[in-house]
C-alpha cells in the first residue's frame, strides 16, 4: 500500500513542482468563510471496495494524491492547491466519523537536520490546522514531523525536494 | 568503557626515576642504517609551506617516531604478542596521530630501526641526526606486578640533544590506547602550545540503508575511531546526539514512542529517560559546559522554541517566545551566553542571547543562511553551516565578524570542536545517494580528512578532553 501512495504522491508533485509559493510573514490563519463541508457521495472504486471505509487503503485510494500537500522551500502556507485537497481530506474524516490520522510533515535534503525537524513540524501543523477549520475535530488529528528523514523521492534535484517538501495525512489504523 | 573504569585510570604520573641502567655503546645495529626515507632526506622537498593558524616552522619539523621498547617482553591482555609488539602498537598510534591531524609530517616505526629500551632515556643522537630527524619522540612499555601498564613517552631535540619533555601514565591493559593518545596530546601541545585533544570520543550517527530506508544508530569512537561501539539497535531512528562533558551519559533524539524526542542515555546503566514529560516533540539537544543544563528544542502547534532544563531534574525555562523557529543552541565556554539559529528575520540566522534568554541579537550578516552554531571551547569563534546555493562549514567571531568558510563540498553540516577548539569536525552528505561521512577541518581549511567509520556517519559531537 505504501508504493501505491508514493506513486500518487509522485504524480502530483510532479504537476505542482513548477508553481511558486509566496511566504507568509506568520502562520496563515485559517480560513474564516468556509463552507461546511458537504456530505460526498463516495464513488466507489476497485481498491475501495476491497477496502475498509477509514482505513489508510481506503483513504488513500479515494484521495488518489490528495492526501500529500506540498511547500516551497522553508514554507508552510497552505495555497490554493492545498486547500483544494485538505478540503477532500476533510469531507473524507467527516463522511467517516471515526477515523482519526496522523499528519506527517517532511523537508528535503536542503537543510540541516534540526532545522528541518522544525519545519516539518511547522508543515504538519498547518496542514492539522486547515483540517481544524474544516471541522475536523482536533482530537482526531495527530502530528509528527520527519524533517528529512523520509523522504518520498530519492533525487537530488529540484523536482525531487519539490516532492519531498510535504505534508501527508495517513489514517491511523 | 564506562565511568567507573575511567576513575581506575591512574591519571599522569611523572617518571622521575627509569630503571634502566646507561648505556654509552649504542647498538652497533642501530648504526647499520636501511636506507632513509625521502620524504625524511629532504624536507624541503614536499613543496611549499602550508598555510595555517599555527604559522610556524615547527609543522614541518622532521619528527621520528620509532617504536616504543619494553624493558622485557611479557604477555599482556593488551596485545596476544606481548608487551614488545604493543610498544610498536602505541607508537604507530602515536605516529597516525601527529601525522592526520595534518599539522606534522612524522616518519613512524614501520619505516625506523627499533630502539632498545636502555635508549629511551639515552637516545641514540647520532642515528637520528644521521635521518634529518629534529624531533625524536620515545616510549616504553613496562608491565607492572598489578596486572596494569606503565607506559613513558618523551620527546627529545635531537638538535640540542636534550629532552624537551616526558610523561607516564599507569594504564590498565585495556586502556592501553589512552596512553598512546596521551604521548600524542604531549607531543602535539609541547610543540604546537596548544590544548590537548587526542584522548577524547565522539559520539555519532552510524548510517546504513538505502536513501529511503536509512537505518540511523546512535555510536560512539574514540577520537581516531578506534574502540567502535554501537549503542541502538537501529529499530528506531537516532539522531544527533550529544555527550555530557564528562561522558557519563548522551543526549540524542529517537523515534522510539514514534514521535521525536530526546532521550538521555546513561552509559554505564544503559537506561534512558525523557528529557521532559511532554506530548509535544523535543530535539536538539545540547549540554552547558558544566553538564548541569541540558537546552533543547520544543515545537508546540509548529512553533518552536529553545528550552533550558536542569539535568537534575526541575522546571523548564524557556528562552525564547518568536513565532519563528528558534532552535539549536550552544553555550559559551563560561556558560554565560548563547548561540542559536532562528528564522524569525525570515531565513535561518545566528542570533546569540543571554543564559537566560534575555539580550536577543543577530550576529549573522554576510548574505545567505545561516544555522547549527556551535561555539568553540576556546570561545574565540563559533563554528556553523554556511548555506549559500551549497552547504558549508565557516567560522565566524563571536562578534559575526571575520566570516571564514572553511569547506567546499555539496553539503556539510553541522560542526562541532575538537576539545581545543583548532580542529572542527562535520558530516559530508553525497549529492543523490545520500551517503553520509564524517570529516574534520582546522581553522585554515587546508588540512581536510575523513574519518574512517565503519559503516556512513553524521551527526558528529566530540567531547572534551577525557577525565
Known sequence: MKNIVVALTLTSALAL???????????????????????????PTPVSRVAQPGS???????????????????????DSEDAAALRRQAQYMLTYATSRATVEGHADERGTRDYNLALGERRANAAKNYLVSLGVAESRLRTVSYGEERPASM??????????RRAVTVMME | MNMRNLSVFAGVM??????????????????????????????????????????DSWQDLGIAIPAF????????????QGTRALGLEISRIVHNNLRNNGLFRPVGPDALPRPDYPQITDPAWPVWQGRSAEMLVHGYVRARDDGRLTVGCYLYDVALRNELVREGWVVRPDEWRRAAHKCSDLVYSRLSGESPFFD??????AETGPKDARIKRLAIMDSDGANHRFITSGRSTALTPRYSPDYSQIAYLSYEDGNPRIYIYDIETRRQTLVTESTNPTFAPRWSPDGRFILYSMAIGGNTDIYRVPVAGGRSIRLTDTPGIDVGGSFSPDGSKIVFESD???SQQIYVMDADGQNQRRISFFGGRAGTPEWSPRGDQIAFTRIAGDFNIAV????????????????????????????????????????????????????????????????????????
Not at chain 2, 37 to 51: K, M, Q, T, V
Not at chain 2, 423 to 430: D, G, P
Open chain 1, 155 to 164: 533525487g537530488s534535484n529540484e523536482a525531487a525536494w519539490a516532492q519531498n
Open chain 1, 56 to 78: 489508510q487503503a481506503h483513504f488513500s485510494a479515494e484521495m488518489s494524491g490528495a492526501d500529500t500537500i506540498f511547500f516551497d522551500t522553508d514554507k508552510f502556507d497552505i
Open chain 2, 200 to 205: 577524547s570520543r565522539i559520539a555519532y550517527i
Open chain 1, 17 to 43: 513542482s513548477a508553481c511558486q509559493k509566496k511566504a507568509p510573514e506568520v502562520i496563515p490563519q485559517a480560513p474564516q468563510n468556509v463552507a461546511p463541508a458537504p456530505t460526498p457521495t463516495p464513488t
Open chain 2, 69 to 80: 621498547a619494553t624493558n622485557a617482553d611479557v604477555p599482556t591482555p593488551a596485545n596476544a
Open chain 2, 396 to 467: 565566524m567571531t563571536p562578534q559575526g565578524r571575520n566570516m571564514r568558510v572553511l569547506t567546499k563540498a555539496w553539503h556539510d553540516e553541522a560542526p562541532t570542536w575538537a576539545p581545543n577548539g583548532r580542529i572542527i569536525q562535520f558530516f559530508r552528505t553525497a549529492r543523490g545517494g545520500g551517503e553520509t561521512s564524517i570529516w574534520q577541518v582546522d581553522l585554515t581549511g587546508e588540512n581536510e580528512r575523513r574519518l574512517r567509520t565503519p559503516v556512513g556517519a553524521s551527526d558528529p559531537a566530540w567531547g572534551p578532553v577525557l577525565p
Open chain 2, 344 to 346: 524569525r528575520s525570515g
Open chain 2, 14 to 55: 611523572m617518571l622521575l626515576a627509569f630503571p634502566a641502567q646507561a648505556q654509552d655503546q649504542l647498538d652497533p645495529s642501530l648504526l647499520d642504517l636501511p636506507a632513509v626515507e625521502a620524504e625524511f632526506e629532504d624536507p624541503e622537498s614536499e613543496g611549499p609551506l602550508r598555510g595555517s593558524v599555527f604559522a
